[in-house]
């Protein structure tokens, strides 16, 4: 399981697991928990590359990044690392 520290957002982590290229049980601490939870069912089983192009660059409100964002800012340097 992947573990990454969000900078920014109301969630502090993300974690998550990459199988085969697919993105897997994630889960945010903290933040909406309804709609993080939306979004965790949402990209299970998506593309990692699909999830990062769909989600990369979501604002939220005021700010520069959002969780979403956050999230694939997590998959980018995970599938960097792996």
């Known amino acids: 399981m992947y573990q990454y520290k ?3 957002t109301c969630s502090q ?3 998550f697991d ?3 290229g697919k993105v ?3 889960q945010f601490l903290g933040g909406c928990n309804g709609n993080l939870k939306g979004i965790g069912q949402l990209v299970e089983g998506m593309d990692v590359d699909d ?3 769909r ?3 979501t604002t939220c409100g005021m700010k520069s990044t959002s969780c979403p964002d956050q999230l694939a800012k997590a998959l980018k340097e995970a ?3 792996a």
């Open 24 to 26: 897997k049980n994630v």
């Open 51 to 53: 999830v990062i192009a």
């Open 18 to 20: 990459l199988e085969d």
């Open 79 to 81: 599938k960097a690392n």
């Open 13 to 15: 982590m993300i974690y």
């Open 6 to 8: 969000t900078k920014g």
């Open 55 to 57: 989600l990369e660059g």
